[in-house]
């Protein structure tokens, strides 16, 4: 196997230089520090590091200071929840592009009390006096919700999951579990490098589209000067002062005091149906994971609808039917196998997955027979142009956020949150120092569609914590940002462990591919699908030769170098036996795993 990874890697120096780069946003020329292959290492894949291995805790996210700050929590006598909830706080302060308080949050928690999973759904509903027929004479006209504006907000659920999670398993006060994210909101932290891109990108993007909505307290709290650069102190007092009042004033703050107050009279300024009694009515749900065996006794566990995370268990479901290990990781065929599964899971993604109290998921669709009888219809030699109607396109672009902690106890936080694209929908309640997402951009406007627009309704959801357990017990949280690439990405880490031996670290880092096209779950129900085949991207880790291959093979292939679109990665494993943690995090952000 370690001469399969070092021929990859090979390949990998050669390509930087000799493939062309896809004519769209995606790719970007390669800075001259980057025309060189990677070093070499004395164990171990050449272009990955070592995972981190600790005892007693450890934390895993997007950015180097909120894995401090859980450390810290965890140090100060805290458990995982504490420190999951810490550093959530801080990824919303450090890293907007990728989540906030305006946005939602899922959780899959594993207690060694009880040898339970938990899943927590923490989505947020449409105005409730709002019809379908209201919403399409504000768009007037238009055939989907817009990504920017007050159309496409959804209430936010982050806060309330916060306190859903303490209130079942914290240990600290919320304020002692807040005050980080205070004071470095007020003091200034250092924009860190991918982050301070991905500003960048988000200040272009809404400047192209201000004239649609409200800017001005956007540009205000976070580009007065401009998109902060990396190493640039940025300060968010406003954060600041709605973080305390939570802190101070518990979960009812932001959804029945001042803060709620303020959101609402700012969203009816407008042109917002929500009122005070759609945030006051609004509650989490505490739901059931669901797993299904891979292989070797490891099992993959994901939340049920309104998320996708049922996708990714399809396709296990899928590629549990052929040995992928007989070929190469590299190889055309299990890129082929694995793309063609992810096309067969994500017809199914557009017909059925909604807001189950609307439209209830039909659990025999993770069923093995299932699994086998869409696993015929792949063609191991070739791409099949269309899987039947209805398959989706989700989102590209993601901006999300994945974070995990373990404490020293065997308490397991695998967690995801997120304003959905571009930071959010661009609005910025007055001085509260967050975006509101704009979540609500995903919902159809047939009324026919599973995920069609309704009031009180949540919408369709592409975040997704996982889990992994093996042999029974629980083993690892796992989590991969980045919308549609979700799911493929789950699946991808769990084939380079399960089924090639790669450590935490080198299944994320490996070159992943992301298969996007097909229909979209926010068009109509019913007619022809305008991009069956869709598009494979891939990254340049995988061989010239598979390329050529796949593209012989029907597939249209683009190579795509930036990172920018196969997500970002955060595993943490246990030793079921030892109590040790293998920590591993994603080298296309600018996080850290660390332990103690």
């Given amino acids: ?48 590091r070592s995972p981190v291995i600790a005892q007693h805790g450890m934390a895993a996210t997007a950015h180097p200071l909120a894995t401090q700050i859980a450390l810290d929590i965890l140090k100060a006598g805290g458990n995982a929840v504490d420190a999951a909830i810490a550093a959530n706080a801080a990824l919303g302060l450090m890293e907007p592009t990728g989540n906030g308080i305006g ?10 009390k009880t040898d339970k999973l938990y899943g927590l759904n923490g989505s947020g509903r449409s105005p409730k006096n709002q019809t379908l027929e209201q919403l399409k004479e504000k768009l007037g006209g238009a055939d989907s919700l817009p990504a ?7 209430i936010p659920g982050t806060v309330d999951g916060w306190f859903e999670m303490h209130n079942r398993f914290g240990q600290l006060p919320m304020a002692d579990v807040l005050a980080p994210t205070i004071k470095y909101a007020r003091e200034g932290h250092p924009v860190a490098p991918v982050i301070g891109m991905y500003l960048a990108r988000a200040l272009a993007g809404f400047e192209r589209n201000s004239d649609k909505f409200d800017f001005s307290n956007a540009r205000a709290t976070w580009f007065a000067n401009g998109a902060p650069k990396a190493g640039e102190i940025f300060r968010n007092p406003d954060l600041a002062n709605t973080l305390e009042r939570i802190a101070q004033n518990g979960r009812d703050e932001f959804y029945r005091g001042e803060s709620a107050k303020i959101m609402v009279d700012y969203l009816q300024r407008q042109g917002s149906a929500f009122t005070l009694e759609d945030f006051a009515e609004h509650r989490s749900e505490w739901v059931e994971p669901a797993c299904v065996h891979y292989r070797k006794g490891y099992e993959l566990c994901e939340l049920p609808p ?8 399809q396709m296990v479901n899928i590629l549990k039917n052929v040995d992928l290990a007989q070929w190469e990781r590299g190889s055309p065929e299990v890129i082929h196998y694995i793309t063609e599964a992810k096309r067969i899971a994500y017809a199914d993604v557009a017909k059925f997955y909604a807001d189950p109290d609307y439209a209830p998921f039909p659990m025999e669709l993770l069923s093995d027979e299932y699994g086998k009888a869409r696993f015929e219809l792949i063609d191991p030699d070739k791409a099949t142009p269309e ?3 209805g398959e989706p396109k989700l989102e590209g672009p993601g901006d999300t956020t994945y974070m995990t902690v373990v404490d020293g106890d065997g308490l397991m936080v695998s967690l995801i949150q997120s304003n959905y694209r571009g930071m959010g929908g661009g609005l910025t309640p007055d001085g509260m120092g967050f975006m509101f997402q704009d979540r609500g951009e995903l919902y159809s406007l047939d009324p026919a569609h599973a995920n069609a627009y309704a009031p009180g309704k949540r919408p ?79 990254e340049p880790g995988i061989p010239a030769a598979t390329v050529e291959a796949l593209k012989r093979m029907g597939h249209k292939v683009e190579v795509i170098d930036n990172g920018i679109m196969f997500g970002g990665y955060q595993a943490i494993a246990r030793d079921p036996e030892t109590g040790v943690l293998t920590g591993a995090t994603e080298m296309r952000k600018d996080g850290q795993a660390q332990g103690y």
């Fill in 148 to 154: 920017f504006g007050p159309l496409p907000i959804t």
């Fill in 103 to 112: 946005g939602d949050i899922f959780v899959i928690i594993y207690d060694p």
């Fill in 460 to 538: 369709f959801h592409t975040i997704i914590p996982a889990f992994v357990k093996k042999d029974g017990k629980p083993y690892m949280t796992l989590g991969l940002m980045g919308g549609g690439m979700q799911p493929q990405g789950h699946v991808q880490v769990l084939i380079n462990i399960v089924d090639y031996g790669m450590n935490l670290q080198e299944a994320g880092d490996a070159a992943r591919l992301n298969h996007d096209g097909g229909r979209q779950p926010t068009e109509a129900a019913s007619g022809p699908s305008a991009d069956p085949l869709g598009t494979l991207f891939v």
């Fill in 1 to 48: 196997m370690k001469r399969t990874i070092a021929a990859l890697t090979a390949t990998i120096a050669s390509l930087a230089l000799a493939t062309p780069l896809a004519a769209d946003d995606h790719a970007s020329a390669r800075p001259v520090a980057e025309q060189i292959g990677a070093g070499g290492r004395p164990i171990g894949a050449d272009w990955s």
């Fill in 306 to 313: 309104n998320t996708q995370g049922f996708a990714a268990l």
């Fill in 387 to 389: 899987f039947g109607p």
